[in-house]
């Protein structure tokens, strides 16, 4: 058998860029957009646009967005489809998007949380710092003025005691003793707010007897940054008629310094948010020493007051730290010690080690994902490339897929396949083979049938063969005698097939060689049971009815050989409904001994007169033995009351009043035999001459 192969689908051709540019609604609404923006530049330089243009130019640039987002999207699904071709990619990428992405956000989240915790402590510590400093000098400031306003002559030597004793924690602090006529005393160098000559009203008028708050001094040779001082103002006796105490503790380096040592937290720089907030990523807001930005950088917000008015706004403190500095302040509290080891350095060695598995064991996995993805699609391409040596009809190519895995058996039935599928297309040729004889031998048999409507002067005939399958075993036949008379024949051969259409074929031969010669049915169906029961095999056999119309005499001369009961149905309605006519017979071809002498003496002949409106009904077991899907029977019985109730009717409404009660009672059951029927109704008795036409 010769192969056949199939030609691989061209693949299409890929445009050009001019074809993309020219011939396509995207490329032409670049071209047209950019046109009309260049025209617009052109006149933008020549003079000012009116209104009308402007909105030309808005729409081109419309225009030129979606051309360009059509050209990204088709650029990227031309990406996709060359990049997800290859199994072997599709499974990495399934790897990364299920593997190490989940993994990376996974650790991009703990490391940003670990950033936002660490960066709010080290807010929170500054802070709590920074309100302790605020406090001594608040502390200074009562003290003070508590023992000023208990002995006022010693006001000179409380303000120089309490200096004294806090510039040794505060080297820069400053104090002062302003009392209701001026300045008595004052020690410090002042250098971020001046002395205070006097005491603001919005002092004076606070409920309290007591302030500490933060005051802020503008940098001149940077905008937005400010120097922040501590303050504390404490009046002097009830409602401050003995003057206020005033301490100053600039935030210098020292205080700077001393801040970072007890909180690990390290003001970088002061930025009042409503000046120069932006200039705090700028201007020195990073620290000046290496380590990360993102984990060792932190804001804080404060409350800064101006001392002449009163009024405040916020400053952004940029802040700097180490963590492991940071690390080491925050776990000092805890002393519980592990073998010698600290318990958060313990813990933290834990963390350390913990994080190292976790890329090794993901490093691992990527490894051992990439090379299962290898192996799998090593499989794949050898299918791949059997399919296309198989579909190119190469059906002796083999796959060599040496794993005991799922993709091992699929190898292995693929070579089953191919290796059967010669047979099987050698089977499919054979059977396309076997269907055109059965269509040829179809067209043959259905031409052994009557040809057109019998033509026969006095009476009317209607037959139909309907074959179960593409070739039946049913058989009708008219034969023109002389002397108007007419041979009706219609037989049964046992089977279906191309051997019940050839018995058919011969049975059809002798049938109109010997209705020339007997006159009588019976001895033709004697003379056709003696040549062909000779040439049937064993299981073979037929039923037939043989019967001769005789215009002239007006009868009816019929011999039955097994096959189905004929159908009289008076003309004049005396008889009473329909007649079963079932004259004995066997059947024909039967090939046992004693058979032709058995099927001699069965074999019975019958005659009917004929009346003018007669109908007689031959047909085979199809008709009768139909069945619907409950397995009911369609029966002689029904079939002949259809004939009484209808018998009025000329032989093709009758045909077609039965044929539409066949199949309202079976339905959508299958038919399972062939079904032949004649229908025959005699219009005129004794006429003198006839046109016989077949």
């Not at 602090?173 to 004052?186: D, E, F, H």
């Amino acid at each position: 058998m010769a192969r056949v192969f199939s030609p691989r689908p061209a693949t299409r051709p890929q445009p050009t860029s001019r074809d993309v540019l020219l011939h396509s609604w995207p490329g032409r609404l670049f071209i047209a957009s950019a046109a009309i923006k260049l025209l617009v530049a052109l006149w933008r330089i020549a003079g000012p646009l009116p209104a009308a243009i402007r909105v030309v130019s808005a729409t081109a640039t419309i225009g030129l967005a979606i051309a360009l987002g059509v050209f990204g999207w088709r650029l990227f699904v031309q990406v996709k489809r060359h990049l997800l071709w290859r199994v072997r990619r599709k499974l990495i990428l399934s790897y990364i998007f299920i593997g190490v992405i989940p993994s990376l956000l996974i650790l991009v989240f703990f490391l940003f949380a670990g950033s936002l915790v660490f960066m709010n402590v080290s807010a929170y510590l500054f802070k709590d710092g920074y309100d302790e400093v605020l406090d001594n000098a608040r502390l200074s400031a009562q003290a003070a003025a508590t023992e000023i306003a208990r002995e006022p002559s010693s006001a000179a030597e409380t303000i120089e005691r309490v200096h004294r004793i806090r510039m040794m924690t505060y080297p820069a602090m400053s104090v002062a003793y302003v009392a209701p006529g001026g300045i008595i005393k004052s020690y410090g160098p002042w250098r971020t707010l001046a002395l205070p000559a006097t005491v603001p009203a919005w002092v004076k008028a606070h409920k309290e007897d007591g302030i500490a708050r933060s005051f802020g001094v503008p940098e001149k040779d940077a905008s937005g940054e400010e120097e922040l001082v501590m303050r504390a103002v404490v009046k002097v006796g009830p409602g401050g008629v003995g003057g206020v105490v005033v301490v100053d503790i600039p935030l210098d380096d020292y205080v700077n310094h001393r801040l970072y040592q007890q909180t690990g937290v390290r003001l970088e720089n002061v930025f009042n948010r409503n000046v120069g907030a932006a200039n705090a990523g700028a201007n020195g807001g990073s620290p000046q020493r290496g380590g990360s930005v993102f984990f060792e950088n932190s804001l804080a917000n404060l409350d800064v007051y101006d001392w002449d008015t009163g009024q405040f706004h916020s400053d952004t403190l940029v802040l700097g730290y180490r963590l492991r500095e940071l690390y080491k302040h925050l776990s000092s509290a805890q002393s519980m010690m592990v073998q010698g080891i600290p318990l958060s350095d313990a813990l933290m060695f834990m963390l350390v080690a913990i994080g190292i598995l976790f890329l090794i064991i993901e490093a691992a996995a990527l490894v051992m994902g990439l090379a299962l993805a290898r192996s799998i699609t090593s499989s794949v391409h050898e299918l791949f490339m059997g399919t296309e040596r198989v579909r190119q009809g190469d059906f002796t190519h083999r796959i060599n897929i040496a794993s005991s895995d799922q993709l091992g058996e699929l190898a292995g039935s693929f070579n089953q396949m191919t290796g059967s599928i010669e047979n099987l297309l050698q089977t499919a040729a054979e059977k396309k083979r076997m269907e055109e004889e059965l269509r040829i031998a179809r067209q043959i048999q259905m031409s052994l049938l009557p040809r057109g409507p019998l033509e026969f002067a006095g009476i009317g005939v209607t037959a139909l063969c309907v074959p179960a399958r593409e070739v039946g075993g049913d058989y009708y036949d008219f034969f023109p005698l002389g002397d108007r008379r007419l041979g009706v024949l219609i037989a049964d051969v046992s089977g279906k097939g191309t051997s019940a259409a050839l018995y058919m074929a011969e049975l059809k031969g002798l049938v109109l060689s010997l209705s020339q010669i007997y006159q009588s049915p019976r001895q033709l169906l004697l003379e056709v049971n003696r040549i062909i029961s000779e040439n049937l095999d064993t299981r073979s056999f037929i039923t037939m009815t043989y019967a001769v119309l005789d215009l002239v005499a007006g009868t009816a001369t019929f011999a039955r050989a097994g096959h189905t009961p004929l159908l009289y149905l008076r003309g004049d309605g005396s008889e009473g409904g329909t007649q079963v006519l079932v004259p004995n017979g066997l059947v024909v071809g039967l090939r046992i001994p004693g058979a032709t002498e058995k099927f001699a003496e069965l074999l019975e002949e019958h005659q009917i007169d004929l009346h003018k409106g007669d109908v007689i009904v031959l047909y085979t077991d199809g008709i009768t033995e139909a069945m619907n899907r409950e397995s009911d029977l369609f029966g002689d019985a029904r079939l002949g009351r259809l004939v009484a109730e209808h018998g009025h009717l000329d032989t093709g409404d009758l045909r077609e009043r039965i044929l539409r009660e066949i199949e309202s009672f079976v339905g959508t059951a299958d038919q399972h035999d062939d079904m032949t029927m004649i229908l025959i109704k005699v219009e005129q008795i004794g006429v003198e001459r006839a046109r016989v036409a077949v």
